[in-house]
């Protein structure tokens, strides 16, 4: 069996995704896009008003960039997980596709390559509404969504990883609780990671979530400097090194 048996073919699947989501966009975008709002709001607006500044910055002004990141992971993972799963069990739409001549590596990229596109979509909602709030400051924002798209790359192959694991839809509540929430809390989002004891200082880093923040935030606020191209290659890398494990586990539960 060859590595990756893709064919042109994987861009009719990606535009059957394409139009099932234009059929219900304002579904699909509706929790992605106000539960950011509601963190913006709650603890922007509200707790920021009694929270120091951090790192030099009013706390609404440090929490909006990550919540672009966070945003950005979610819709990712939601969709390469719940999405991917009902897809594949309940609606037996990856069997009725392997029926015609799109392989199962078509349909394996396909997902990645719709979970990626989450990614960068609702990355980008939240950024146009930091910008229309006044929290974008810097023009170098203009590359966050290029980072999405590598972040949403990497959330998509992972969270697809998980799925190719999972007997049943039950299981992904250990994925979300037990990773997901994890690196949603501890990779920047909230709150600077120096105040944290070194040993989660050194995990941290190993977090994606992490890596996409310091990206994000660094752009958002004008912030760059040379550091920054180890955070986007070390996103880049694990893409890379993760990339064949769903292809190996969807092919297995596929066939089987």
Known sequence: ??????????????????IVFSRNWKTNLSFNFFEPLLYIAALGLGLGAYVQPMEGLPYLNYLAPGLVASSAM?????????GTFVRMEYQKTFHAMVATPVSMDDIIVAEILYGTFKSILYGSVILVVILA??????????????VLAVAGLLFAVFSMIWTGLV????????????????????????FPLSGLPRI??????????????????????????PGLIWDFIWLVALTAVL??????????LVIK
């Open 74 to 82: 979610f819709a990712t993972s939601y969709e390469c997980t719940y």
């Open 167 to 190: 007997p049943n839809i039950e299981n992904f509540n250990y994925f979300f609780s037990l990773i997901m929430t994890p690196l949603f809390l501890f990779s920047g989002v909230f």
């Open 200 to 225: 989660m200082q050194k995990l941290a880093w190993a977090s994606p979530l992490y890596h996409v923040v310091n990206l994000v935030r660094s752009l958002v606020l004008g912030q760059v400097h």
């Open 1 to 18: 069996m060859k590595f990756l048996d893709v064919s042109p073919l994987v861009w009719q699947v990606l535009r059957r995704h394409l």
């Open 243 to 252: 990339f064949p494990l769903p292809l190996y586990l969807m092919r297995r």
């Open 133 to 146: 709030l006044g929290l974008v400051v810097s023009p170098w924002a203009l590359l966050v969504p290029p």
